[in-house]
């Protein structure tokens, strides 16, 4: 569970549609590559193209334009959770007799900045948000030939689907066998 909490923190801190994992969720906007990333559009991510992706993603997030992602700067935003939309409403305050929920961004997206944030200086800057990516496009390219293929994007999106719980492609787990028909007495 905890993982797939960590992977949504992550695809809420910019590494979008990856969390459903891949960088290969089709887009639908008109003229776009049917690939997340796949910029010259022959169905294939490679290292050059995901580095492209994560720097226009850096700098999507990078608010004040400092060259330095900030907690703040990362902490989601809407209600996808997309790092750099507009805020999500305050949460509701906590029943009589209950604790008040926690603060946005505490607890998990508070260890994943700080997973990030490799050299400790309190901001993720361009090179430890690349390294991210290309970590996480290591774990993709399993046969290790520097392109995520249609096949290493199903083979992870399987993954995915299997640690919350489903079956393969993410689909639901197909319904239970029928009982079998039970003997009648006297046959």
């Given at each position: 569970m905890n993982?797939?909490?960590l992977a949504a923190a992550l695809a809420s801190a910019g590494f979008t549609a990856i969390a459903a994992i891949g960088p290969g969720i089709a887009q639908t906007a008109p003229g776009a590559p049917a690939v997340r990333g796949d910029a010259d559009g022959d169905?294939?991510?490679?290292r050059a193209e995901e580095l492209a992706r994560a720097d226009a993603r850096f700098d999507r997030i990078d608010?004040?334009?400092?060259?330095?992602?900030?907690?703040?700067?990362?902490r989601p935003r809407g209600p996808m959770g997309g790092a750099g939309m507009a805020p999500p409403?305050?949460?509701p305050p906590g029943a009589e007799g209950t604790a008040p929920p926690p603060p946005p961004g505490a607890g998990r997206g508070e260890r994943?900045?700080?997973r990030m944030d490799t050299n400790g200086d309190g901001v993720i800057d361009r090179e430890e948000?690349?390294?991210q990516a290309m970590r996480r496009f290591d774990r993709l390219d399993t046969n290790k030939d520097g392109k995520i293929d249609p096949a290493e994007r199903q083979a992870a999106r399987d993954a995915m689907g299997a640690m919350r719980?489903?079956?393969p492609g993410g689909d639901m787990p197909p319904p239970p066998p029928p009982p079998a028909p039970a003997d009648k007495p006297g046959q």
């Open positions: 993982r797939v909490i169905g294939i991510v490679t608010a004040n334009k400092d060259g330095k992602l900030s907690a703040d700067e990362m409403p305050p949460p994943m900045f700080a948000y690349r390294a719980g489903r079956g």
